[in-house]
């Protein structure tokens, strides 16, 4: 059976391209490199789903470098989720908020720099790997791992919530829509507007 080589020089093309844009930004402004640093980190564990990311975004970006606190994190996942694009878009509310329009730029290609050359590299070997035990294996304990880190962060977020009677009902509300398979859009839609009108 014919078996595709993998195309080690694409691959190395690709890695030294990025290598390349980490070190114009290194040299050019620290803070930019480091900004871009972070954001390729947190992509790297948005595997299975951005959802992954999120409790790595809020530790880097608000426990650990205090760039923006708790709330407004919060502000910048609900404006993601009006996006068409995926819940890993909130680097670029991040960005912008910490550097303008070339900050919002940087934490956007920086997000999904990872994602393109994991994409790459699993299109090289996706084959190769799909049925190894090791693989399947590591696989499953990614996914607990995730599960764990996505309650953290959700515990996380619901204390930084100034609860009220009113927000509690429309946490309970949006949980069973999101439940039911509701689209989360409308959601988010229909409790900007009931809120307005509180």
């Known amino acids: ?8 020089i694409g691959i190395l093309s690709i890695l030294l391209v990025v290598a390349g844009g980490l070190l114009v930004l290194y040299f050019l402004d620290k803070f930019f490199f480091e900004l871009s640093i972070v954001m390729m980190k947190i992509d790297l564990f948005a595997f299975g ?13 608000v426990d650990r470098l ?8 919060m502000v910048g996942i609900a404006l993601g989720q ?14 912008y908020l910490l550097k303008g329009f070339l900050g919002a730029l940087i934490a956007t290609i920086s997000v999904f720099t990872p994602s393109f050359v994991m994409l790459v590299l699993a299109f090289e070997i996706s084959k190769k790997i799909k049925n190894l035990q090791v693989f399947l294996r ?16 959700s515990l996380n977020f ?24 509701v689209n989360i859009l409308y959601i988010l839609i229909f409790t900007v507007l009931i809120s307005f009108a509180f």
């Open 1 to 8: 059976m014919f078996q595709k080589k993998i195309n080690v």
């Open 49 to 61: 789903g951005g959802y992954a990311s999120l409790p790595l975004m809020l530790h880097e970006v």
């Open 66 to 73: 205090h760039w923006i606190d708790t709330k407004t994190m």
């Open 82 to 95: 009006l996006t068409p694009g995926p819940i890993v878009i909130t680097a670029t509310f991040i960005g």
């Open 138 to 153: 590591a696989k499953r304990g990614l996914i607990a791992s995730f599960s764990g880190l996505l309650l953290f962060t």
């Open 158 to 181: 619901a204390n930084s919530v100034d609860w009220s009677f009113l927000k509690l009902i429309f946490a309970l509300i949006s949980f069973i829509a999101i439940y039911k398979g």
